[in-house]
Each structure stands twice: as C-alpha cells, then as structure tokens.
C-alpha cells in the first residue's frame, strides 16, 4: 500500500470514529484490479488480502460531490485564509480537492458571532456540520453541552443542548475548539484586571 494522504473532516485520531463526512472514502477490493466496493476508510479495519485504492476517478468525483454539499451551506468568501494565517483543515481539504463548482441551490445561514461566553467564542456561520466538536465535547471532556439540531434546510447549526454551556466548567473548552477543522471556535484567555495585587 503506499503512502497516499487521505482526506478526512469529521475523523480525529483521539476520538472515536465517526463516519458522517464520507470525505475518506476509498475503494476497497480482494483482488488487484477486482470488482471494488466504496468504504469509509476512518472505520473499516484494514485486513491482510486487500487492495485499497484511496483516489480513483470514482472516489475524486464521490469527494467533489460531498464537499459541493458541504459548500452549498458555506460561505464561499471564508474558502481562503484570512489574511496572514494558514489554512485550515477544512479549507486545505478543499484546496486539494480543487475547489468544487457548487451545482447545488446555495443555503448560506450568518449567524451573528457569539462573543457571550467567558472562554470560547464561536462563529456558527463556520459550522460544517461534521460533529467533530460535539464528539470532543462528549468523548474528551464528558460534558454533553453541545449538539447539532434539524434537518436539511431548517438544521440548526451548532448549539448549546442547555445552560451549563455558559458555565466556567463547560467552557474549559481548548480540546473542542481544536477539534473543529474550521474556525468555528476561538478559545478566549481572559485579560486579568489591571491595578494592584495583594
């Protein structure tokens, strides 16, 4: 097998594995060359006898069609960094997919930034929906504040499941702002007040 990248948005080595993106999908067959079936890479175990072929032209128009999904609900102006910073995962995924034409009916939803919360910040306009940060919220931290509600066109983004969200407790947030492959999340360091100490 060689050493060929394969793409990933809602896998995470530290956490479970998921298999909602369908982004690592890779074709795998028992013989080389032989009938092949498409399989998400993040959570079928590799077995001796196999041959996986990570990007046939069927796998790259699979990827391309996926991420015209992704980015009909995302705003086509926040695919490139922002001025002096890298790319993000997400917005590298989608570079070395070749940015996509979106033939899908555009759905972008602005949400207003939410600067309310003493430690994470959150843009939701960001939101791919890939649940990585609900799962490091879950799996890493065992908080179970955050979800992902509704379907299709009326899906809410990401959202607080209840008020303990803007809890200091809840809000130690630094491994669920790491997970999202976007910029979804800021994490905040509080300035400390000015004057005097005791």
């Not at 980015?71 to 695919?79: F, W």
């Not at 990585?132 to 992902?148: F, K, M, T």
């Amino acid at each position: 097998m060689g050493r060929e990248l394969i793409p990933t948005l809602c896998q995470a080595d530290n956490l479970e594995n998921y298999g909602s993106c369908r982004i690592c999908s890779v074709e795998v067959a028992l013989k080389e060359d032989g009938p092949a079936r498409v399989m998400a890479s993040c959570h079928t175990p590799v077995a001796a006898g196999y041959y996986v072929y990570p990007s046939t032209e069927k796998i790259r128009k699979l990827r391309k069609n996926i991420l015209e999904l992704v980015l009909s609900e995302y705003p086509p102006e926040r695919l490139a960094p922002e001025p002096g910073m890298l790319p993000t995962e997400f917005q590298a995924v989608v570079a070395a997919a070749g940015t996509p034409e979106v033939r899908y009916p555009r759905r972008v939803t602005v949400h207003e930034k939410d600067r309310s919360r003493p430690y994470v910040w959150s843009d939701l306009t960001e939101c791919i929906k890939c649940y990585r940060c609900v799962r490091a919220c879950d799996e890493l931290q065992a908080e179970h504040v955050l979800g992902i509600g509704g379907r299709e066109e009326r899906a809410a983004s990401l959202r607080a499941l209840t008020s303990r969200s803007a809890t200091p407790r809840a809000c130690h947030a630094a491994p669920v702002c790491r997970h999202a492959p976007q910029t979804l999340f800021q994490t905040v360091i509080p300035s400390r007040p000015s004057g005097p100490t005791v």
